[in-house]
């Protein structure tokens, strides 16, 4: 995977202070204009790390000296029960992740989404992040009204304002944003089960949703302190689903020459069935950490995200996403975010390509990678760029093949993973193949 050249905008380093989303008393309150951010504001203090997206990282947290009292208040609100890909954002949206958003999206933001890839209000958007509802529900809700947010258990999560009500055309977005209506596509099956109709306002998280990982969960003001507490002036974001391998390893190394510091940033919240589950997955993160990372030059932390699928468009919003935890560069690998043969190997480079830097557009930097892989005759990681051997000396497999292997109970080569990691993962293969099936891990390059 070779890295694109471009230097870092030394002026992304300084950045307008947070939006507090405050709480109000506990009777339904005029809520703030739209979900989107409007003007950034100059006032506030300083952040470390690149400006959130939209000048203000957004803060709808409600503070834990109000939480019982609004508790009690929203449980007499009538009741909106939300899948997991919207605990999920919900959540983000909350602690500012997913900055300027600062609720779910209405039908302007969403048309704008679609169409613009940029937000109503102008800023760069690319994935509608939506509250997606039955219609018969939909219906009985009143714009204006305030509502109490659920998990499927009854757990009280958040409050919404409701601004806006919509319906979804599911085709619609799956070709926008999917690129196909193909239900075989992950996210375009996951679309086509949620409702067909969305609640559109701003949100005010409550209690966070349940996770085994929550202490290794870091919000982007925590992240963003760290980073001031290490000194970095520049961090490079690493997205992935999947187990750590040499190539991520060599491309990250990569980035780390040039740049302070890494945020290894790997996504955990729901995913496909037949993805490495988050704490096999979290095992080899901390293994290959361990032995083969200077520490202080690290950070790792778990992202609490949904995963769409979605190619181009979904590669962008995770440079958004990092950029709003202060990384100013993001790697960007061959088919970022892809999934089967949805999406070409660079469609994800050419989009990033297109949109506008500075103003309303990106201030994180894209990092391009090509695929990377063990050269026999090298005796090194290398790329095509770089090694002028041909494919028979080149360690790299499939992810087909790294589940033939680990099925069959057979060692991944050190060329392709750390021994620590091929441990970790034929363990797991075992385990699961007891209870009756393994997925195996996806494609080991994404």
Same mark, same amino acid.
């Given at each position: 995977?070779?890295?694109?050249?471009?230097?870092?905008?030394?002026?992304?380093?300084?950045?307008?202070?947070?939006?507090?989303?405050?709480?109000?008393?506990?009777?339904?309150?005029?809520?703030?204009?739209?979900?989107?951010?409007?003007?950034?504001?100059?006032?506030?203090?300083?952040?470390?790390?690149?400006?959130?997206?939209?000048?203000?990282?957004?803060?709808?947290?409600?503070?834990?000296?109000?939480?019982?009292?609004?508790?009690?208040? #929203?449980?007499?609100? $009538?009741?909106?029960?939300?899948? /997991?890909? +919207? %605990?999920? @954002?919900?959540? *983000?949206? &909350?602690?500012?992740?997913?900055?300027?958003?600062?609720?779910?999206?209405?039908?302007?933001?969403?048309?704008?989404?679609?169409?613009?890839?940029?937000?109503?209000?102008?800023?760069?958007?690319?994935?509608?992040?939506?509250?997606?509802?039955?219609?018969?529900? #939909?219906?009985?809700? $009143?714009?204006?009204?305030?509502? /109490?947010? +659920? %998990?499927? @258990?009854?757990? *009280?999560? &958040?409050?919404?304002?409701?601004?806006?009500?919509?319906?979804?055309?599911?085709?619609?977005?799956?070709?926008?944003?999917?690129?196909?209506?193909?239900?075989?596509?992950?996210?375009?099956?996951?679309?086509?089960?949620?409702?067909?109709?969305?609640?559109?306002?701003?949100?005010?998280?409550?209690?966070?949703?349940?996770?085994?990982?929550?202490?290794?969960?870091?919000?982007?003001? &925590?992240?963003?302190?760290?980073?001031?507490?290490?000194?970095?002036?520049?961090?490079?974001?690493?997205?992935?689903?999947?187990?750590?391998?040499?190539?991520?390893?060599?491309?990250?190394?990569?980035?780390?020459?040039?740049?302070?510091?890494?945020?290894?940033?790997?996504?955990?919240?729901?995913?496909?069935?037949?993805?490495?589950?988050?704490?096999?997955?979290?095992?080899?993160?901390?293994?290959?950490?361990?032995?083969?990372?200077?520490?202080?030059?690290?950070?790792?932390?778990?992202?609490?995200?949904?995963?769409?699928?979605?190619?181009?468009?979904?590669?962008?919003?995770?440079?958004?996403?990092?950029?709003?935890?202060?990384?100013?560069?993001?790697?960007?690998?061959?088919?970022?975010?892809?999934?089967?043969?949805?999406?070409?190997?660079?469609?994800?480079?050419?989009?990033?390509?297109?949109?506008?830097?500075?103003?309303?557009?990106?201030?994180?930097?894209?990092?391009?990678?090509?695929?990377?892989?063990?050269?026999?005759?090298?005796?090194?990681?290398?790329?095509?760029?770089?090694?002028?051997?041909?494919?028979?000396?080149?360690?790299?497999?499939?992810?087909?093949?790294?589940?033939?292997?680990?099925?069959?109970?057979?060692?991944?080569?050190?060329?392709?993973?750390?021994?620590?990691?091929?441990?970790?993962?034929?363990?797991?293969?075992?385990?699961?193949?007891?209870?009756?099936?393994?997925?195996?891990?996806?494609?080991?390059?994404?």
């Amino acid at each position: 995977m070779t890295l694109d050249p471009r230097t870092p905008d030394t002026a992304r380093n300084a950045s307008p202070g947070t939006d507090g989303g405050g709480s109000p008393a506990p009777a339904p309150a005029p809520a703030p204009a739209g979900t989107g951010s409007s003007e950034p504001s100059p006032a506030g203090s300083a952040l470390p790390g690149a400006p959130p997206h939209g000048g203000r990282l957004v803060d709808r947290l409600v503070p834990a000296d109000q939480r019982d009292e609004m508790l009690r208040w #929203a449980a007499g609100l $009538r009741r909106v029960v939300v899948d /997991a890909q +919207a %605990a999920a @954002d919900l959540e *983000l949206i &909350a602690v500012g992740a997913y900055s300027p958003l600062t609720g779910f999206m209405d039908r302007d933001d969403y048309e704008s989404v679609l169409e613009s890839l940029t937000l109503d209000s102008g800023w760069t958007w690319t994935l509608p992040v939506t509250l997606n509802v039955d219609p018969e529900e #939909a219906r009985q809700v $009143r714009e204006g009204e305030t509502v /109490a947010l +659920a %998990a499927p @258990d009854g757990t *009280l999560l &958040a409050l919404l304002d409701v601004e806006d009500r919509f319906r979804i055309n599911k085709g619609r977005e799956a070709a926008k944003v999917y690129g196909t209506q193909d239900p075989g596509h992950p996210g375009v099956h996951a679309l086509y089960r949620r409702g067909g109709a969305a609640l559109g306002g701003p949100v005010r998280l409550l209690q966070r949703p349940p996770s085994v990982h929550r202490s290794r969960i870091l919000d982007p003001a &925590a992240v963003r302190a760290e980073i001031q507490r290490r000194g970095w002036r520049t961090v490079v974001g690493f997205q992935t689903r999947n187990p750590l391998h040499r190539a991520h390893e060599y491309l990250q190394k990569c980035a780390l020459e040039l740049y302070d510091g890494l945020l290894l940033h790997p996504l955990v919240g729901p995913t496909k069935d037949d993805d490495v589950p988050a704490g096999v997955r979290i095992d080899t993160y901390d293994a290959v950490l361990a032995g083969y990372y200077p520490g202080e030059r690290v950070l790792l932390s778990l992202f609490p995200a949904a995963m769409r699928y979605a190619g181009p468009r979904e590669a962008v919003f995770h440079a958004i996403c990092r950029q709003n935890y202060g990384c100013t560069h993001f790697i960007v690998g061959r088919s970022h975010a892809g999934v089967g043969d949805f999406y070409g190997p660079y469609d994800a480079w050419r989009l990033f390509e297109q949109l506008p830097r500075g103003g309303r557009g990106l201030a994180v930097e894209p990092l391009f990678f090509e695929d990377a892989f063990y050269c026999r005759a090298c005796g090194g990681m290398a790329t095509a760029r770089t090694c002028p051997h041909p494919e028979n000396l080149r360690v790299s497999l499939s992810g087909t093949e790294v589940r033939r292997m680990l099925a069959a109970g057979r060692p991944l080569p050190p060329e392709f993973t750390r021994p620590e990691v091929g441990t970790i993962l034929l363990e797991h293969a075992r385990a699961a193949a007891a209870r009756g099936g393994w997925g195996g891990p996806p494609a080991p390059a994404g």
